[in-house]
Structure formats: C-alpha cells, structure tokens
C-alpha cells in the first residue's frame, strides 16, 4: 500500500496485524473461569494457553474449541487489530 505526501513522493505505508483476546478474558472473568478451567473444558494445551495470555496466534482449531465451551462465535473471542506504521 503506498500513499502520496504533500509533495507528490510516494510513501510505503506498512499494515501491521496483531491479534487480541481481551474478548476470551472477560468472558473468562465473566464465568468465572480460570486459565486451567478452559484448558480443561476446551482440551487445549497449556502451550496454546500460553499463547493466548500473550495475545499470540493459536490455531484455528483451538480457537473453534474456546468457542465450543461459550457457545459463541470467534469474534467474540478474539479480534485481528490493525496497526499502519
């Protein structure tokens, strides 16, 4: 993606993606749910866990079983965060 400045010079304009689970907390904190209750619940591994706390992209496939245990769809348990540097 590239933008133009105020002089007519083209700019390289970089689309940094992050993902979020700030959703999959308070939902957590919502059910009173700790870390090893979804790891149970959802047959995750402490790993993937650990990704999550750190906001680290897991597979789809646990994703799909975090949604499983709260009857819900991905968005509302992560979301993509677009950064423009």
Do not use: W
Request: glycine residues 2%.
């Amino acid at each position: 993606m590239s933008d133009c400045n105020k002089n007519g010079i083209h700019k390289q304009v970089v689309l940094q993606m992050r993902i979020s689970y700030n959703k999959l907390q308070k939902l957590m904190i919502d059910n009173q749910m700790k870390r090893q209750d979804l790891m149970r619940a959802a047959e995750i591994t402490s790993y993937a866990a650990t990704k999550i706390n750190k906001n680290e992209p897991v597979s789809l496939e646990v994703l799909m079983r975090i949604c499983q245990v709260f009857h819900c769809d991905i968005g509302d348990i992560c979301e993509v965060i677009l950064d423009e540097d």
